[in-house]
């Protein structure tokens, strides 16, 4: 049994002084509950403050990007070692802000996957469709393609320690999100496919998160569905009280 996953990825909000109040919330509401593994993600300039504050709690703490080099002249990027030291354990790789604003690609998106690998970090591996893809019938060979990009030349032993959310775009930030049963087939062909990458036991222990306007009125719908095994949430995120309904939908 896959046990449910709750990520809050803050995108850019909230200083360090707002990042820590809503940690020290989310800490409170949150502590002692084992329904969901729990992981936030602040802005960097909060990684620091929030760092201080969960650590060592059942609230787990994630980078909402990472460079693939370990030091040099990449000016406005963050690498692992950077991250390790304030004890972060998770990093958001290939989100579709970052594939539509910053030109991230399924390369970019593989070489940091491999390196948060190699250096024991859990990456969540975004993929999924636009609108337009959607309505032109692509949802799948989208997603397939951002999975096999990411997962090139990765071992069965290094992809099950990865989580993937699959993040239609037409739902991010938008209010709309996809139905229970859509988010569903989405995922199922997600698994299966990685089995046809892998094997069963991988495709049965890689979880998989939907992300896209998850919200707790409609987060028990989505968490019920066999192959969803979480949520990336956005804006539902940025209180204590709405990021805590989410996880107290999971099943």
């Known amino acids: ?11 850019m909000n909230l200083g360090p002084a707002d990042s820590a109040k809503l940690a020290q919330d989310i800490l409170n509401a949150a502590s002692g509950n084992d329904k969901a593994d729990i992981v936030i993600a602040p802005t960097y300039t909060s990684l620091d403050r929030v760092s201080g504050i ?10 909402q990007d990472m460079h693939w080099e370990e030091q040099g002249a990449f000016t406005g990027k963050i690498s692992w070692d950077m991250l390790k030291e304030l004890n972060v354990e998770y990093a958001i ?11 991230e690609t399924n390369q970019t998106v593989n070489m940091k996957t491999k390196k948060a690998l190699e250096k024991s970090l859990i990456p969540i591996v975004c993929v999924g469709e636009t609108l337009e893809e959607r309505e032109s019938g692509k949802t799948n060979a989208v997603c397939e393609d951002h999975v096999r990009g ?27 999100n996809a139905t229970p049963e859509q988010a569903q087939d989405v995922h199922a062909f997600i698994r299966n496919l990685l089995k046809e990458m892998y094997d069963e036991g991988a495709a049965s222990t890689i979880r998989i998160l939907y992300g896209g306007s998850m919200k707790p009125d409609n987060a028990a719908g989505l968490l019920s569905k066999p192959d969803i095994d979480g949520g990336l949430i956005g804006g539902a995120s940025l209180k204590a009280d709405s990021f805590l309904g989410i996880i107290n939908a999971a099943p």
């Open 1 to 11: 049994m896959r046990k449910k996953l709750i990520a809050g990825n803050w995108k």
């Open 54 to 63: 969960i650590h060592g709690s059942n609230v787990k703490l994630s980078a």
């Open 93 to 103: 790789l290939g989100h579709s802000e970052q594939r539509t604003f910053f030109h």
């Open 150 to 176: 990411a997962f090139q030349g990765i071992s069965k032993e290094d992809a099950v320690k990865c989580i993937i959310a699959y993040e239609p775009v037409w739902a991010i930030g938008t209010g709309k």
